[in-house]
């Protein structure tokens, strides 16, 4: 990395920085051709207290799946892989054949029994929990294609009667609540209430969500105001049992989530930590990247959102350490990496938002909503994204007293429109929706390909922006216009190429982004520029209503330089904002 960080040199090419797997990190030494100038001190004193500790639980920080905690149980795989074929939704999931199911309920009944082999992790409360619920709903609610299959129905036939035997009396309800599934074999499902307050309401509203029903605003954020947040030290203490918890949190995905049930979701914990924050800045985007990461292709909201700071757009950024199910490259690892304070509570953001020469900030769902960062180890149990995964786009951890906007990633056809129902409802001025590569928010140069798959292309972009007039006012008092679009990028004088490769790395994902703001020409910088620019004019940002402006100040903004040196201003003033 030697002159990776060097401000003063911003067009010379960068070595690769190798990181040797297998051993801590140590603190970043690093060594500049020239004299030092005051910024390359700073910025190399900022990297250098980047300390060994910030480390200690990480085995090779330069790699995505490292920074997982290892603290966290690790679900049994060959229940896992089933999961991700049954836990889905009324189309999509893919019946097990005979010798899967076979062999899905003999894993469960041997670690039920305490009898698999020494190199198997047995299998969870919370994988039995989603594997049964996602069994009863496929019964009950599933259309013919997607209900059980000649295989599963002969395999539970010989299973359930030895399963019944050991499985705890929550598990035994989740696969049979109304008795109406495996026979007369127990009447434990219809008699089940579970154990204290918390737990019986869960149990009322599983009925519901088992027979593929949906529920209130208010039952929905009862419930998980009841059971959150987990208590990750003393499970035997937690409000409820971690199998009825995730049959609920797969249930409703499942049974496809209304929009009550997605705006209790999305508000559940908005004062957990009592009122949000007010920045005193003139423009506000939040930005909800996909929290579980990317693990093919280049990441650039990082390096976007010290861009769009440059030009007055502030930027909020969000996200977690490490998320289930992709475990893939996320801001924060990022930010960890280079020696950033990722610990910042909305405060701390919303000073660094109204710093002039920064104007950009992340925050940690660990500091922001920790009783739904309770849930990480949980949800990598269920494998199959929850409604969480949505609605956690869609969070405003510091208000403005500006205009604001959202902007999320999406994937699956359908939630593009759930998204923005979210955003209208959080009352900002402007939101949009992207589907960019991994299903994150990363539009593309590349040419779409003509075999691509089905249903919305990458660069699909649709949402909604303040207007300067005001025909009919909504509720809110906001006028809005809608819009969709396919961006390409080939319209905007980009030449084609592919999206660089970083496959899991972090070190690749911070060269590719720092080469691109210290002024080298590519794949990445043309990333940035376009995301930035075209964020801009969707928005309805000041100055971006003509598209070849708002790509010349991000151009402007990345040649001059001002956008690396605000986020190595960043780094340096995350650690002393605290």
Same mark, same amino acid.
């Given at each position: 990395m030697k002159a990776l960080f060097n401000s003063e040199q911003f067009l010379s090419p960068i070595p690769p920085l190798k990181v040797k797997p297998g051993i801590p990190h140590p603190k970043m030494s690093l060594q500049f051709r020239r004299p030092l100038t005051k910024r390359s001190r700073l910025v190399k004193s900022v990297l250098d207290s980047a300390a060994v500790d910030e480390f200690s639980g990480i085995r090779n920080p330069s790699v995505s799946t490292s920074y997982r905690n290892p603290r966290l149980s690790k679900p049994n795989q060959t229940v896992l892989d089933a999961q991700t074929k049954v836990c889905t939704g009324p189309t999509q999931?893919?019946?097990?054949?005979?010798?899967?199911?076979?062999?899905?309920?003999?894993?469960?009944?041997?670690?039920?029994?305490?009898?698999?082999?020494?190199?198997?992790?047995?299998?969870?409360?919370?994988?039995?929990?989603?594997?049964?619920?996602?069994?009863?709903?496929?019964?009950?609610?599933?259309?013919?294609?997607?209900?059980?299959?000649?295989?599963?129905?002969?395999?539970?036939?010989?299973?359930w009667p030895h399963l019944v035997r050991f499985l705890p009396p929550d598990i035994i309800f989740l696969a049979d609540p109304e008795q109406s599934i495996m026979g007369m074999s127990s009447s434990i499902g219809p008699r089940f209430i579970g154990n204290g307050t918390s737990e019986m309401r869960l149990v009322g509203a599983l009925r519901e969500v088992l027979a593929g029903g949906h529920l209130g605003y208010e039952e929905v954020q009862g419930v998980l105001r009841d059971v959150l947040p987990l208590n990750l030290e003393d499970k035997k203490s937690a409000a409820v049992?971690?199998?009825?918890?995730?049959?609920?949190?797969?249930?409703?995905?499942?049974?496809?989530?209304?929009?009550?049930?997605?705006?209790?979701?999305?508000?559940?914990f908005d004062d957990e930590h009592g009122p949000v924050p007010v920045a005193d800045v003139r423009s506000l985007t939040h930005y909800g990247e996909p929290y579980d990461g990317n693990t093919r292709y280049f990441r650039s909201t990082l390096f976007v959102a010290a861009v769009r700071s440059c030009y007055g757009e502030s930027c909020l950024l969000h996200g977690v350490n490490w998320m289930s199910p992709k475990g893939g490259i996320t801001e924060e690892q990022m930010l960890k990496y280079m020696g950033a304070n990722t610990h910042l509570t909305s405060m701390h953001a919303k000073k660094l938002l109204e710093d002039e020469d920064v104007g950009f900030a992340y925050i940690s769902q660990r500091e922001a909503q920790p009783s739904l960062y309770s849930l990480i180890g949980l949800r990598e149990h269920i494998k199959k994204r929850p409604p969480l995964a949505t609605t956690e786009k869609v969070q405003q951890f510091v208000r403005a007293k500006g205009k604001e906007a959202i902007v999320a990633g999406f994937y699956h056809e359908g939630y593009e429109e759930s998204l923005l129902m979210l955003m209208r409802r959080r009352?900002?001025?402007? #939101? !949009?929706? *992207?589907?960019?590569?991994? %299903?994150?928010? /990363?539009?593309? +140069?590349?040419?779409?390909?003509?075999?691509?798959?089905? #249903? !919305?292309? *990458?660069?699909?972009?649709? %949402?909604?922006? /303040?207007?300067? +007039?005001?025909?009919?006012?909504?509720?809110?008092?906001?006028?809005?216009?809608?819009?969709?679009?396919?961006?390409?990028a080939k319209d905007h004088g980009?030449?084609?190429?592919?999206?660089?490769?970083?496959?899991?790395?972090?070190?690749?994902?911070?060269?590719?982004?720092?080469?691109?703001l210290r002024g080298e020409k590519g794949p990445a910088y043309d990333r940035i520029v376009l995301n930035a620019a075209m964020v801009d004019h969707l928005l309805g940002c000041d100055g971006a209503q003509d598209i070849s402006s708002a790509l010349d100040r991000a151009k402007e903004a990345i040649d001059s330089g001002k956008a690396l040196n605000r986020l190595l201003g960043y780094i340096n003033k995350s650690n002393r904002v605290a």
């Open positions: 999931t893919k019946p097990l054949n005979a010798e899967q199911a076979f062999k899905v309920l003999d894993t469960i009944l041997k670690s039920v029994k305490g009898e698999l082999k020494d190199d198997e992790e047995e299998v969870s409360n919370a994988q039995l929990g989603a594997f049964f619920a996602a069994m009863t709903i496929r019964a009950n609610a599933f259309p013919e294609p997607t209900q059980w299959s000649e295989g599963e129905r002969k395999a539970m036939n010989y299973y049992s971690e199998s009825l918890l995730s049959a609920f949190l797969i249930g409703q995905r499942m049974n496809r989530e209304t929009d009550r049930e997605l705006k209790a979701y999305c508000l559940a009352g900002v001025h402007s #939101g !949009l929706v *992207v589907k960019g590569e991994e %299903g994150a928010l /990363s539009m593309t +140069t590349r040419l779409r390909s003509p075999i691509a798959s089905k #249903g !919305l292309p *990458v660069n699909y972009c649709s %949402g909604f922006r /303040s207007l300067n +007039t005001t025909p009919t006012p909504t509720l809110d008092g906001v006028s809005r216009e809608s819009f969709n679009t396919v961006v390409n980009f030449e084609p190429s592919d999206t660089p490769r970083t496959d899991r790395s972090v070190t690749k994902n911070i060269e590719l982004g720092l080469s691109a």
